[in-house]
């Protein structure tokens, strides 16, 4: 591929801020989660709720998601930097019992770890993935959604973390 083509990509794209999430997913093959902002709303109003991931192939939460056939997308709180650093292995821990020892979760209605104080927590059956290149594009049939009382919203944005800004008047 063009250099920079792929260096003005990911440029372009680092300008579009998202929200930040943890998917987790348990099950046979064992509990793993991972941070992602490539979660995306599908439809509202199909058999039930949808939703998109799309999480790297070499992920060892990825291979997990595959075999589990559920997980759930944890929508963090702005609050929760340290818990995005943790699960994207920024701080230094690949070991995936190890960042689920650092945070405060419990298993969810389909056994996938729910993360306390996110925002909002998707819990998904798999219902369908579809191997792209490098990452793999996970649809999720939301059964159920559970909110909190705050809605603060972690987000990231050309190469940061940031909070949403509500413009005056
Ligand atoms: C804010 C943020 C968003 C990220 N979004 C994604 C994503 O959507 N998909 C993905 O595969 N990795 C994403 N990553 C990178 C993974 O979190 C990182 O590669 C992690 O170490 C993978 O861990 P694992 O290989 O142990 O599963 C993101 C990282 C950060 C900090």
Redesign the pocket.
Known sequence: MDPDLRSCFVEGMSRAATF?AVATTDGEAGR?G?????LTSVSADGEHPSLL????H????ASAILRNRAFCANLLHEGQLDV?NI????SGM?D?DERFSKVDWQPGSLGQPVIAGATAVFECRLATALYWET?HIFVGHVTRVTLSDNPATLL?GQRAYRRAVEFGG
Do not use: K, Q
């Open positions: 930040v793993f991972v941070t992602i902002s490539s991931a799309c999480i790297h070499r992920s060892s939460t995005a699960f994207a292995g920024r690949a995936h990452h990231y």
